[in-house]
């Protein structure tokens, strides 16, 4: 399978808790993209990396999430102290320069209690 | 704030009916605009995607109609399958903004036999 891989696929934890999600996107692809999606709502865009380089955060990110991209290839996202709000599936996706189109994985979908 | 509003949030058709998606954005500076396809417990795919210096694009049974004036695009589903049956999303991005997606909220699409 060569497509973008996430793990977990589900994680549930309890309020307070740190949790940490693993994203490997396609082999050729530098850019790697992170969404979060809630039930009946579209993806929405949470960072972006262009290889190890994160060039923007949207401003739903707050200061207890983190993203990492270490030698440009796979992807942490974590999340410290959850809070119920954090519940959501959280979708990796990738792509080439240049090329729009965006491969998702299968998401991480996360349950805080 | 949305910049891509989509409606209906669901739609129920008969095999062989035409459904009909549309989406609205506000953002002119949007210039590209793709329609992802969902199905349960899978992140999104593309499915088809048009640039607004076009107004019409087709593959297979999908057509994009783009209405640059009114900054409205819509998904057509000519004969439409079973299998047809998923949420789909239309998005928006501005190509030297990484091709960071802006999703609508998703319609529902079941598709009786």
């Known amino acids: 399978d060569t497509g973008v891989s996430q793990d977990p696929r589900h994680k549930i934890t309890k309020r307070g808790q740190n949790v940490t999600f693993r994203c490997d996107p396609i082999s050729e692809h530098n850019r790697l993209y992170w969404y979060r999606q809630t039930l009946g709502q579209g993806p929405e865009f949470l960072t972006y990396?262009?290889?190890?380089?994160?060039?923007?955060k949207s401003r739903l990110l707050s200061d207890r999430f983190s993203a990492e991209r270490p030698k440009g290839s796979f992807s942490t996202l974590e999340i410290q102290r959850t809070e119920q709000g954090d519940s959501a599936m959280y979708l990796c996706?990738?792509?080439?320069?240049?090329?729009?189109?965006?491969?998702f994985g299968s998401g991480t979908q996360l349950s805080v209690l | 704030q949305q910049q891509v509003k989509q409606s209906p949030q669901s739609l129920i058709v008969q095999k062989g009916g035409i459904p009909i998606i549309n989406c609205a954005y506000e953002n002119t500076a949007f210039d590209y605009f793709p329609w992802y396809q969902q199905f349960p417990g899978k992140g999104p795919a593309l499915l088809i995607a048009i640039r607004p210096d076009v107004s019409e694009k087709k593959e297979g049974r999908f057509t994009i109609s783009f209405n640059k004036s009114a900054k409205q695009f819509s998904l057509h589903i000519m004969d439409s399958q079973p299998g047809d049956s998923a949420t789909y999303f239309c998005a928006a991005s501005i190509e030297t903004s990484g091709s960071r997606l802006t999703f609508g909220e998703g319609t529902q699409l079941t598709v009786n036999p």
């Open positions: 996706a990738s792509s080439r320069t240049g090329i729009e189109e965006l491969f």
């Open positions: 990396f262009q290889n190890e380089a994160q060039l923007e």
